[in-house]
């Protein structure tokens, strides 16, 4: 079970850290994606990251302002999440996969619970 935290309120411009750790699995034989998804709007991708951190990739809409990543010896994956703009609002989702990281929701084989983030303008 993944579960994911560090929403919150914040104002344009200011940043968050969300956490992702598991229960009764190790994450570090999983490759980890951060999703979100905005009132009324499908999931997206946000990032994901590798076994072993060595390789990341982000969505357009936040690349350069995000970034993943994961201490394995913790059982944690992290979004530092920078810059932040009220478009980022959303309830935003960890997900695990035991092949090689996606873009794609459908590709996850595990999901938190997901933990929200408020952007005020």
């Not at 059982?75 to 794609?104: F, G």
Request: a positive charge; charged letters at 15%.
């Amino acid at each position: 079970q993944l579960q994911a935290s560090g929403g919150g309120l914040v104002q344009a411009g200011g940043s968050l850290t969300l956490s992702c750790t598991a229960s009764g699995h190790t994450l570090s034989s999983y490759a980890m994606g951060w999703f979100r998804q905005a009132p009324g709007k499908e999931r997206e991708f946000v990032a994901a990251i590798n076994w072993s951190g060595g390789s990341k990739f982000y969505a357009d809409s936040v690349k350069g302002r995000f970034t993943i990543s994961r201490n394995n010896a913790k059982n944690t994956v992290y979004l530092q999440m920078n810059s932040l703009k009220p478009e980022d609002t959303a309830v935003y989702y960890c997900a695990a996969v035991l092949n090689r990281m996606s873009y794609s929701a459908n590709s996850y084989d595990y999901w938190g619970q997901g933990t929200l983030v408020t952007v005020s303008s």
